[in-house]
């Protein structure tokens, strides 16, 4: 048999590899590289699956599949990032009809039952494992109960079935929001209150009035300042409207396939099947944290609504004016401004995008010990002229390699997001294969490239996930990096989110575009603070809305209308949304996020928890930045992400600094 990963801990000391991906260039070229990853991963499967049972080993069974899901992967993450990036909608379509193809070869693969009996065969030696070796028994052996191979044949054919159906929707389901096209045309005078250099930007028609796309650098900032209460409702409801022809009905179809396959594997929902691997565990755990969370949030979002309120009466003279679900980032943004002095137009003046992706670099540098490298363009691959690529290295040497792609296009994926393209592994061949990772984004692409506040957050967001994934040092593919429980992995990527509120870090990179010698003031800073307090009730409530929905969505004996759930629970919770609309439709996640939104949250108790540590010790504590790179980003999910909290913080998860953070009593 092929060589493949044996028993035993990652040694002390081994070779690094780093290698960037062989993208496919064209539509031809992705059928080509599927039809050829399932021709070998057949092959390969077969091999694991005709061995004698008599002779299993962890290499044989164990290490032979992570051998093969690291292979995979690597020609999958590919595909999936070209179909979310590629400027060629040939391509894209190629890459959506091979993912297709693959997954449902991958349902097969899954349920090969000589595949499943090798395993069992392996385990029933009872070998004395530990560590990673240990874990990946107790979850494949897990894994393989949840689907349903113990079930009788024609059930387990049934579900197959059903995966392959699921998948395909899914699929569709993404590729509609993603393709999706709609704008608001607007004269000048309508989008009085938008900067002139934003409204200069967009596209016009030839009548000359100005197209405001649905995507976000389009949509936020005419959400947020646009004065014309119509053009904020009219926007509004063409956004929470956007893929409602194509998508209702295959949620609809989606949420009753997960009701049938977790039904045939003996759960009592989705939500049930889907949170037995998690930290939570179990719906009623994730039920009672959201209703804790809802509680605390209310009273304070009460006062803030009456703030709100009583400004918007203020300012359009109307006292018997309501506050709408579209005036909210306008009121909230103009409260801010008048209360706190905080004034997101001028505020994004001093965060130019390459001063902030430089600050930032330097800060993970200095907290993880690593040291990043620009690739000359004409030396790498580029799927369009804008990416750009970065080497990371340390005292070892290479760690990894990630792409960056920045600013909005047409076919490009919407929002803000890290893709994993390969995964860290210790090889057969006794070398460390080093991880590669993208950053896709949707900045204004402008001169100089001004970023708001919130968008300075998600950059940080978003790097956390890169760096959870380059610095992960697993023995096993399956393990590393973000490979993590669910409602794990939004912390390390949410715990990079708190430098960009400290007044020490942003005079790192916070320099205004016209005066470089200007910078925040620390009055402004904590102005900024103040100002994030003030509308968090509401902010987090909108949270709890989206969990509620979510977990709503994929309940036991729920009604089978999404619209009506999701705009239900979303008026009970936060507020009313437009009327006749369904955000559900490009709710993108449906798909890989479903009975798992209330991770978000939960991830952010857990992150506030762990940056208490550097409130503590210092926000550039080198020991405890080391500690963090160690004891959580490196270890994905070799050992049980409670553990590797606990081993991070020295106790127990305390919800605490949370609410501190948040001004309310804990």
Known sequence: MTKHTDLGPIPQKFTRVLEEPAFEKSAEAVTKSIDELIVWSKKQTEE?????????????????????????SKVLHRIHLLQNVSPDEALRKAAQEASNKYHNWAIEKAYDPKVYAAVKAYAAKNEKLEGEDKKALEETLRDYKRMGMDLPQESQNKL??????LSLLETDFSTHINEFEDELLCTREELTGCAEDFINGLKKTEDGRFKVTLQYPDYLPVMEFCKSEEVRRALSIKKNNAARATNIDLLNQM???????ASLLGYASWNDYVLEERMAKTPKRVQEFLSQFESKLKLKSKSELVALTDLKRSETKDPQAELKIWDYSFYSSLYKKKKYSVDNQELKEFFQTENVLKGMFDLVSKLFSVQFEEQKPGNFYQWHEDVRL?????????????????????????????????????????????????????FPKSSPSLLPHAEVETLFHEFGHVMHTLLSQTKLAKFSGTNVAWDFV????????????????????????????????????????????????????????????DLAFHAQGRTKDST?????????????????TASQASWG???????????????????????????????????????????????GSSRDENISLEKFLGRPLDSSSFFEDLGLAS
């Open 48 to 72: 694991i699956g005709t061995q004698d049972l008599k002779n299993v080993t962890f290499a044989s069974t164990l290490g032979a599949l992570d051998d093969l899901h690291f292979e995979e």
């Open 160 to 165: 197959k079935e059903l995966q392959k159906k």
């Open 255 to 261: 949420i009753s396939l997960r009701d049938e396959i």
């Open 390 to 442: 970065f080497k990371v290295k340390d005292s070892q040497g290479d760690i990894g390699f990630f792409y960056l792609d920045l600013y909005p296009r047409q076919g490009k994926y919407g929002h803000a997001a890290a893709f994993t393209l390969t995964e860290g592994k210790y090889l057969p061949n006794g070398k460390f294969q080093r991880p590669v990772d993208a950053m896709v984004c949707n």
């Open 490 to 549: 939004e912390a390390p990527s949410q715990v990079m989110e708190n430098w960009v509120w400290d007044y020490d870090i942003l005079q790192t990179f916070a320099k205004h575009a016209k005066d470089p010698s200007k910078k925040l003031s620390r009055d402004l800073v904590e102005k900024m603070n103040e100002a994030k307090k003030a509308g968090i009730g509401l902010f987090y409530l909108r949270q709890v809305s989206f969990a509620k929905s």
């Open 564 to 580: 009506k759930i999701i705009n239900d629970i979303t008026a009970e919770t936060f507020m009313p949304l437009p009327p006749d």
């Open 589 to 635: 996640h449906m798909v890989g996020y479903a009975s798992g939104y209330y991770g978000y949250a939960w991830a952010d108790v857990i992150a506030a928890d762990m940056f208490s540590l550097f409130r503590k010790q210092g926000l550039l504590n080198q020991d405890l930045g080391i500690k963090l790179r160690e004891e959580i980003f490196e270890k």
